[in-house]
């Protein structure tokens, strides 16, 4: 495993570098969003406070994922923080639940983008009025399901104790005293050999795996749906409403790139520890990895917005370029 003081500073960079970018972007959507992008401004604002909030949470709670064999836990080091046991180990349901509400975020942008291009007037509406409330309480109900399946699945039990300390033991290079696990076995092996199924384990990773399916499907099938209305819209755009399919193909585009940034740094390297607890395989080494793209995800996910969105990019650049314009016409002179 990688040393945890590195997977340590590395997440507290990620979380600095995360806050910050996502407060420029937030910033940017305020002050230069184009108009025909609508209420789809208060979703990008959204998903970067909810990035904001998450990242702070793994900066408090410093997680590293565990794999070996048939177990599987978080890691919350006590050294680096000043809470009690007992805040820590809610944090970490906290930490658990932002992760699962993304992806339901990230699907609930492409169903807008799809309603915006096929013009769907009332269904649309609901993104305008007070209904709005349901869209953004959605995430934030899954993942507390998700976070209060943690609580009550991960938490210490006598069953499965041995196991998970004997993983950590195995696994991690300081001191269990030093820190708060939350954690569960998917099968107990007897003295021979034999294996017996934990069925709450089983239910929580069929719970967490079915929801990432949903809604990796929904991506998949929004997403779909709306590059063919496009490619149907661009073929018969007037020259006045050009500019609004280019500002809706930029927005579109940049939530693709948002979307694939959680599925390989998050969600794809969580499929593989809940596969490899499934199959009793152990990952060794990669637990410390996982920590640092975890952490990774809400730094760079705002980058496509901002990239990608002609009136952003332009202000990034404007930005960037006027104090060297500022520096050079002071050395002319």
């Known amino acids: 495993m990688l040393s945890s003081n590195l997977v340590a500073k590395c997440q507290t960079f990620f979380a600095g570098a995360a806050v910050f970018l996502n407060a420029c972007l937030i910033f940017l959507i305020v002050k230069k969003s184009p108009k025909q992008l ?52 809610i944090l970490g349901c906290e930490w658990c639940g932002c992760f699962g509400a993304f992806m339901f975020i990230f699907a609930i942008q492409f169903i807008y983008r799809y309603l915006v291009v096929t013009s769907k007037s009332k269904i649309l509406k609901s993104f305008d009025d007070w209904r709005m409330i349901f869209w953004i309480l959605s995430p934030i109900i899954l993942g507390t399901i998700w976070g209060s399946l943690a609580f009550v699945y991960l938490s210490k039990n006598s069953e499965t104790e041995d196991e998970i300390r004997s993983a950590l033991l195995s696994e991690i290079d300081v001191p269990l005293d030093n820190v708060v696990y939350m954690g569960a076995t998917l099968y107990h092996k007897d003295s021979d050999g034999n294996k017996s199924i934990f069925v709450n384990t089983l239910i929580m990773i069929s719970f967490k795996l079915t929801v990432l399916t949903v809604s990796f499907l929904c991506i998949f099938f929004f997403a779909s749906l709306t590059l063919l209305e496009m490619r149907k819209v661009s073929t018969i755009s007037t020259q006045q409403s050009k500019e609004l399919d280019r500002i809706q193909s930029q927005a579109f585009y940049a939530l693709i790139s948002q979307s694939c940034i959680p599925v390989i740094l998050m969600h794809f390297p969580c499929t593989i520890v809940f596969l490899a607890s499934v199959f009793d395989f152990d990952l060794g080494t990669s637990g410390g990895i996982s920590a640092i793209t975890f952490a990774m995800f809400p730094a760079i996910d705002p980058l ?25 016409k002071t050395r002319n002179v």
């Open 304 to 328: 496509p917005v901002m990239l990608i969105i002609q009136n952003f990019r332009g202000t990034l650049i404007s930005v960037v370029t006027t104090p060297v314009q500022i520096i050079t």
């Open 38 to 89: 609508g209420s789809y401004r208060y979703l990008m604002i959204y998903i970067s406070i909810f990035e904001i909030v998450y990242s702070l949470i793994d900066s408090v709670v410093s997680p590293t994922i565990l794999s070996h064999g048939s177990t599987f836990a978080i890691v919350l080091r006590k050294t680096t923080t000043f809470l009690s046991e007992e805040t820590l180990f």
